[in-house]
Structures are given as structure tokens and as C-alpha cells.
């Protein structure tokens, strides 16, 4: 199957600070990617779905202004965090999709905000 | 975000026994069907999939049936192993450029 890499695997930052996540599509390209956060043992809530060169479409009660994201291009979306707080501590994960209906995942990161 | 109704969310098993897990869904259009694994700390793993041309897919011991009349598809494991134990998820098998996920199902497998 298709490779998704997503970096960092795991971050702590200080209260205050913004924090960028990266997802890259290696083998294929990627006109959409969706970005979602995990609680321990629960589903994966869909945050945000981005298409290459356009605004992102965020889910009701996602928060555009904490959580940029950028696709700039097939192959590469990023997630920025700004001005974390203890409470955006998370396991986030983004997926990126292909021609066919079929959704690939990245390693997921975890963001620790102290 | 949405959330695609699934049950049990909890499923404990003895080692060998079957497991089944189901999910619903409402859009008649859907026509791709797939679920995932995810180990703790892990991402998500396709491990089967169905469309809705066929009724039932098996492979080794995972099978997928889908019932098209009552709008639900269901993950069935046989012979179950400890590594089995994981979250299972199914997908929101609409037709839009979203992709929802079940609640998820926590399964264990008691050796």
C-alpha cells in the first residue's frame, strides 16, 4: 500500500508555543488529506479535511485560527497548533487519500503540552 | 466532527472464540466498505474491505458481510489470537470527500 510519513512522532512543548506537524505522502499524490485527533481507546474525530490549493473544510467546533493547516502541495499538509495549552495534548494523525476510495495514515504524533 | 454508529465498543473473548463487530450506516449511495485495526500507539491498518456489489468477503480468518437492506456491514474474526487485540474502526461509507470513522471497538482476547 501506499506510505504516509507524518513527523514529529512525538513532541512536549511549553504552554504558549505553536507546534507544526508534518504529513508527507512519499509514493503517491495526495489531493486530500484529513487531519484528525485521538483521545486514548476512542475514535478518530475528524478535525479537518484539506485539498491541495485550497482552504481547509473544518469540522463544526474545530477551531481554524488554533489549527492551521496548510496542503500546499500532493504530496505535503501540515498542521500547526498555536498557542497550545495543556488541553491540546493529543495523539494526532493524519490521513492522506488516493485516486481509489482508500485512506492511508500516518505514524500519528503525539503532542504533549506542559 | 461526525462519527459513524458502532457496537459493541468494548468486546472481550476467550482465545479461539469468534468476534463480531458491526456498523451502520445511512446514505443508500455508499458502495465502499472498509475496516481498519489500529494497534496501541500504532496507526490504523486497512484489513478488509467490501463493496456493495458483493455480500460477503472473506480472508483467512477476517470476513466482512454487508447487508444492504438493513444498511450495516459487519467485521467477523474466527479463531481468535491475542494479537488480535486492538481498536477496531469501519469507515463512514458515504459518497462525499469526508472520511468519518466508527466509534471504534476496543477488542481483547483473553489467552
Known amino acids: 500500500g501506499a506510505v504516509v510519513s507524518q513527523h514529529p512522532s512525538r513532541v512536549i512543548c511549553k504552554s504558549g508555543t505553536s507546534v507544526k506537524i508534518e504529513c508527507r505522502s512519499l509514493d503517491f499524490q495526495a489531493t486530500t488529506m484529513f487531519w484528525y485527533r485521538q483521545f486514548p481507546k476512542q475514535s478518530l474525530m475528524l478535525m479537518a479535511t484539506s485539498n491541495e490549493g485550497s482552504k481547509a473544510t473544518y469540522e463544526q467546533g474545530v477551531e481554524k485560527d488554533k489549527f492551521l493547516i496548510n496542503h500546499a502541495s500532493l504530496t505535503l499538509s501540515t498542521l500547526t497548533v498555536t498557542s497550545a495549552h495543556p488541553e491540546d495534548s493529543s495523539f494526532y494523525i493524519c490521513?492522506?487519500?488516493?485516486?481509489?476510495?482508500?485512506?492511508?495514515f500516518g505514524q500519528g504524533t503525539r503532542l504533549t503540552v506542559v | 466532527g461526525e462519527n459513524v454508529e458502532q457496537h459493541p465498543s468494548t468486546l472481550s473473548v476467550q482465545e479461539g472464540d469468534s468476534a463480531v463487530i458491526k456498523c451502520t450506516y445511512s446514505d443508500s449511495a455508499s458502495n465502499y466498505f472498509p475496516w481498519y485495526k489500529q494497534e496501541l500507539g500504532k496507526r490504523p491498518q486497512l484489513i478488509i474491505d467490501?463493496?456493495?456489489?458483493?455480500g460477503e468477503k472473506k480472508d483467512q480468518r477476517i470476513a466482512v458481510t454487508l447487508n444492504k437492506t438493513a444498511k450495516h456491514f459487519s467485521l467477523h474474526i474466527t479463531e481468535t489470537q491475542p494479537e488480535d487485540s486492538a481498536v477496531y474502526f469501519c469507515r463512514r461509507a458515504d459518497t462525499g470527500n469526508q472520511f468519518y470513522f466508527g466509534t471504534g471497538t476496543s477488542l481483547t482476547v483473553i489467552p
Open positions: 467490501i463493496r456493495s456489489n458483493v
Open positions: 490521513s492522506a487519500r488516493d485516486l481509489t476510495s482508500e485512506a492511508f
